[in-house]
């Protein structure tokens, strides 16, 4: 074998090198890119998981709300204390559920944001 031979035969396999480099280049790239969409996909898993939770929690607390209002309502209803008292009981019965409610929002908010 010549000295010529052997660098075709040198370079045809460099070529041949350089080729299956730049398949395994493409091959990362794409397993990358699948990497990415998986932990995308991640994401918005827990996204939606955590809105769920805040959706429970903010119902529970919108219930606890009209409960509350609903209370109060009947206690005015019923005439069961004097006015001022009943709307006292019916404003400070209110004020805190929706305390609650607009806490509950915000925490809501911060996680999702």
């Given at each position: 074998m010549t000295t010529e031979?052997?660098?075709?035969?040198?370079?045809?396999?460099?070529?041949?090198?350089?080729?299956?480099?730049?398949?395994?280049?493409?091959?990362?790239?794409?397993?990358?890119?699948?990497?990415?969409?998986?932990?995308?996909?991640?994401l918005e898993v827990q996204?939606?998981?955590?809105?769920?939770?805040?959706?429970?929690?903010?119902?529970?607390?919108?219930?606890?709300?009209?409960?509350?209002?609903?209370?109060?309502?009947?206690?005015?209803?019923?005439?069961?204390?004097?006015?001022?008292?009943?709307?006292?009981?019916?404003?400070?019965?209110?004020?805190?559920?929706?305390?609650?409610?607009?806490?509950?929002?915000?925490?809501?908010?911060?996680?999702?944001?």
């Amino acid at each position: 074998m010549t000295t010529e031979d052997r660098i075709a035969k040198l370079e045809a396999h460099i070529d041949k090198l350089q080729a299956q480099q730049s398949a395994l280049r493409e091959e990362l790239a794409r397993a990358q890119i699948d990497r990415w969409k998986g932990r995308i996909e991640d994401l918005e898993v827990q996204m939606h998981l955590g809105a769920v939770d805040a959706s429970d929690k903010l119902n529970k607390l919108m219930d606890k709300l009209r409960d509350k209002w609903a209370d109060a309502r009947r206690q005015v209803e019923g005439r069961i204390s004097t006015a001022s008292s009943a709307g006292d009981t019916v404003r400070s019965g209110l004020e805190d559920a929706f305390e609650d409610l607009r806490k509950a929002l915000l925490e809501a908010r911060s996680k999702l944001g």
